[in-house]
């Protein structure tokens, strides 16, 4: 079974902290993405990556960044938290176009920072 | 960008009924999923479906590209279909995220 899989479905930290969060995807996909869930404002698309070290902005990249190093593992980092930040962090990935490029999502973080 | 429409927003419903969830895109599409979010947030892929007719047990989905809309049919419904339901679109070559609309809140009663 396919997966995409997130380090930590909750989370509490502190403001002014360094946070990292891991997704790791076993499906060999190209493309990887970070999105955040807000009551009221959806889904909506932070960071994503079409390869290994490569970063394109999302539609909210202010306050975070990105790191791809190995094709499965796509991080996102907060690099202050605040309390802003607050959310449900969804990662997903996708294979290139030419191939079945269904979306598959992780399980989620729940981030609450305080 | 795409703007992606979802109706109704809220949907309550006795257990054994059916119902049409609808999605409405503003340009071309080359990838339309639906998604069930369960009560633990994990976006649950129903159907990748940027055109055509499936169908999975009491779930089904047609999109009519041409006109821009997507619709999600289920039937017999079960407490458990309960929950948020998603369309999501992706119009262009690149790698660039689903949009998504803002959902469909569905309550199945007992």
């Known amino acids: 079974d396919v997966k995409v899989t997130q380090s930590s479905r909750y989370l509490v930290k502190r403001t002014g902290e360094k946070v990292f969060l891991e997704c790791v995807q076993d499906?060999?996909?190209?493309?990887m993405f970070w999105y955040r869930q807000d009551p009221g404002l959806g889904l909506r698309l932070i960071y994503f990556s079409y390869d290994v070290k490569m970063k394109e902005k999302g539609d909210i990249p202010e306050g975070y960044s990105v790191s791809r190093e190995k094709k499965e593992r796509f991080s996102l980092i907060l690099e202050s938290a605040s309390t802003n930040q607050t959310s449900m962090y969804l990662c997903?990935?996708?294979?290139?176009?030419?191939?079945?490029?269904?979306?598959?999502f992780g399980s989620g973080t729940r981030l609450t920072v305080v | 960008g795409i703007q992606v429409e979802q109706s109704p927003p809220d949907l309550i419903l006795q257990e054994g009924a059916n119902s049409t969830l609808r999605c409405n895109f503003s340009d071309s599409v080359n990838n339309l999923q639906w998604f069930h979010q369960n009560p633990w947030g994990q976006l649950i892929n129903l159907f990748y479906i940027p055109s055509g007719t499936k169908q999975n047990g009491r779930l089904s989905a047609t999109t009519v590209a041409t006109e821009r809309y997507s619709l999600l049919y289920i039937s017999s419904s079960q407490t458990t279909d309960s929950g948020v339901y998603f369309c999501?679109?992706?119009?262009?070559?690149?790698?660039?995220?689903?949009?998504f609309g803002k959902g469909t809140h569905l309550i199945i009663q007992p």
């Open positions: 997903a990935s996708s294979a290139r176009l030419g191939r079945y490029h269904g979306y598959t």
């Open positions: 499906m060999d996909h190209e493309n």
């Open positions: 999501a679109v992706r119009s262009g070559g690149g790698a660039d995220g689903l949009t």
